[in-house]
């Protein structure tokens, strides 16, 4: 199934200079019941976002109106502990199609690769002056540039070269699902099986 | 032939085919799957209009939403009771084994796995959940995956994966009293921090790691995400085959000889190269509990939280705000600390061999009276082998009551949550903000220091009540 493709992404961005952002802030728990992938990014980060009493807390940033953007900027090791990939649909679900940081936990990127949420890894020194730049004038824009493998902090500002695995970045540009890749291997699957079972009898 | 890792061994060895400049088509021997990351995957079936390509690789349970009290009535939460519904309904119409509320073999997933045979050595094996990585104490290769990939596993019984690094983590000489697998792993992740392991899978080696019982080696693989790995495995030995030998899973007649000699081959050559090494001195680790909100952020027990000038002036802010969180203060000892809840469960220590030790140190003794304790077991049968060592009569004497088993407060989906502000030394897995319930104050522990907590009121050393 065809999903929304990846080119280029050019947008302000929604700083969160904190490091070790988890998946259980990203989405509590208690929003897991839910048997559809939509509608998750009203409660996303929403414990940062309201307070005991459904408050808005003014203080975050997301409640701040001069944020906003489709790109994420998050301290290292973003995404760690849980594997709900209701993390990455509110995020998604938010509005954001790439998140920025210097580190992701290894599920995390999988499951943003796996819905079209681009992570981008870029060096510490590079992240902590464009948490500076985006915290400090809100108007800031950056693109990320999927074919190219750049993100650059416009207009005529830093830029730098960002890794992805090749097969993921094919997928992302052209929309294709890696369930429908695995479904037309059918037959190497099958294949794979009568030799490891008759391997398994020796 | 070039000396291989265990992991390289069983990964090589379940490789479909690799994706030129991609990930591996990977092979996946067992699945299970429970109610809160099932659902989509299921929806992506119908929506493909496919069936579930080996039904027969795939083991269902609940467990994440149900309560931990009254299972034998319909589930109270609506939404709670709808996806519990929604697995029943999915796993009747693709053809899923289900052990679902009030089955004789329902329990964590995590649990059933290995004490119903399920979990062998050298297999691939993938959940939609982190803790997957506790069947690596079997010698398996076991991770936690989303639920597209869940998707993938239900539609084609293999993934799309990259190869992760290879570190080993070796733990040699012998460990003091009072100490245990769960300070083990708790001391390793506060030497190597919360990412200190991502894009690894370890193994883990050492006299220490030798010397633990098979629940004990659950309890060190479960945590592995905690420090960012992909999974933990530990070589299979006498002791695993024992723990497999006496199930009831294995068949009269099994060729149980043939099957040990497969099962020898799963270790590390000599000379096998990892990415990375690490070696810890298991003498030196005492209990263990944390202070911060996450699980790199632990300290022996009668340690003190460190100073902040110990801590990097760029960490320092956030270091602030965690401890405030906490309502601790930088340089505090912990000891002596008040606590207002004890959680023993979970699929890191909710298994026999933990309430064992809690009801070790609560025997002849009594709950302290501010304290509110919620002891789970991990499953049916590690309820029903509680009750018939009479663990459950210890603990009525006690003060405490054993509930029917689930995941309960680790996470808080059902009913069993840690009001705001609120203490609870947990003998579970993540100390994230709210984990337990909105505002909630999780300090990670073992069973032993559960049960001193539980008895005094206080943060305590387990150590004092050792008989």
């Given at each position: 199934m065809s999903k929304e493709k990846f080119t280029l992404l050019e947008s302000t961005c929604v700083p969160?200079?904190?490091?070790?952002?988890?998946t259980d802030q990203i989405i509590p728990a208690r929003f897991l019941s839910a048997t559809s992938r939509e509608g998750f990014g009203e409660n996303l980060f929403r414990d940062w976002r309201y307070d005991k009493s459904g408050n808005k807390n003014m203080e975050f940033v997301m409640n701040n109106p001069l944020f906003g953007g489709k790109i994420l900027i998050a301290g290292k090791n973003f995404g760690s502990g849980s594997s709900r990939e209701h993390a990455v649909w509110a995020i998604y679900d938010y509005g954001f199609r790439a998140v920025v940081s210097s580190f992701f936990a290894d599920i995390f990127r999988n499951n943003a690769l796996n819905n079209g949420l681009l992570p981008v890894v870029v060096p510490e020194k590079f992240l902590d002056k464009l948490m500076d730049l985006v915290s400090n004038d809100p108007s800031q824009k950056v693109s990320i540039d999927l074919e190219n493998q750049v993100i650059s902090i416009i207009p005529g500002g830093d830029s730098v070269q960002f890794e992805i695995n090749p097969h993921k970045k094919e997928c992302l540009l052209k929309g294709l699902d890696d369930i429908d890749y695995l479904l037309s291997r059918k037959d190497q699957i099958i294949a794979f099986e009568t030799a490891k079972t008759a391997k398994d009898e020796d | 032939m070039e000396p291989k890792t265990l992991f390289d061994k069983i990964w090589d060895s379940h490789v479909v085919q690799s994706v030129e400049k991609g990930p591996d088509i990977l092979y996946i021997d067992q699945h299970f799957i429970h109610e809160v990351t099932s659902p989509q995957a299921f929806n992506g079936l119908r929506k493909r209009g496919i069936p579930v390509f080996r039904p027969e690789r795939t083991l269902a349970t609940a467990d994440h939403n149900i309560p931990t009290k009254d299972q034998d009535k319909p589930i109270r939460n609506e939404l709670s009771r709808n996806q519990v519904d929604r697995l029943t309904e999915n796993c009747r119409d693709f053809g899923i084994e289900y052990f679902g509320l009030n089955h004789p073999s329902n329990g964590i997933v995590h649990v059933i796995g290995p004490e119903l045979g399920y979990t062998r050595p050298g297999m691939t094996i993938v959940c939609g959940?982190?803790?997957?990585?506790?069947?690596?104490?079997?010698g398996a290769v076991a991770f936690g995956i989303g639920t597209s990939e869940v998707e993938m596993v239900l539609a084609t019984q293999c993934i799309l994966q990259p190869k992760p690094g290879k570190m080993r983590i070796s733990v040699n000489g012998k460990l003091g009293k009072g100490v245990t697998a769960k300070d083990v792993i708790m001391y390793i992740i506060s030497q190597i921090s919360t990412g200190g392991a991502t894009g690894y899978f370890v193994e883990y080696a050492g006299s220490v790691i030798r010397d633990l019982s098979m629940e004990g080696r659950m309890t060190v693989c479960n945590m592995s995400i905690e420090m960012g790995a992909r999974g933990g495995l530990i070589a299979p030995d006498n002791k695993t085959m024992n723990y497999l030998k006496d199930l009831p899973s294995f068949p009269l007649g099994f060729d149980w000889e043939a099957l040990l000699t497969q099962w020898n081959s799963f270790k590390s050559d000599p000379g096998a190269v990892f990415d990375r090494e690490l070696q810890f001195d298991g003498s030196l680790i005492r209990p263990m509990i944390t202070y911060g909100t996450n699980p790199g952020m632990g300290m022996a027990i009668d340690d003190s939280i460190p100073e902040i000038g110990d801590i990097k002036a760029e960490d320092a802010p956030s270091f602030l705000k965690l401890l405030d969180y906490m309502g601790f203060k930088p340089g505090m000892k912990l000891l002596g600390h008040p606590v207002d809840y004890v959680f023993v469960g979970s699929c890191t220590n909710g298994r026999i061999e933990d309430l064992r030790e809690f009801a070790r140190i609560v025997k002849g003794r009594k709950k302290a009276p501010g304290v509110t304790a919620l002891i789970v077991p991990g499953s049916k049968a590690v309820e029903k082998q509680a009750i018939s060592e009479g663990i459950n009569n210890i603990l009525q004497k006690a003060g405490f009551e054993l509930r029917q088993p689930g995941c309960s407060s680790c996470l808080a989906m059902n009913e069993d949550k840690i009001p705001p502000g609120k203490y609870a030394v947990s003998t579970t897995n993540r100390n994230f903000e709210g984990r337990q319930g909105p505002g909630s104050r999780t300090l990670l522990a073992s069973p032993l220091v559960a049960a001193a907590a539980a008895i005094t009121g206080k943060l305590s050393d387990p150590r004092e009540f050792i008989r």
């Open positions: 969160l200079p904190f490091e070790n952002i988890d | 959940d982190s803790h997957t990585s506790t069947h690596g104490a079997f």
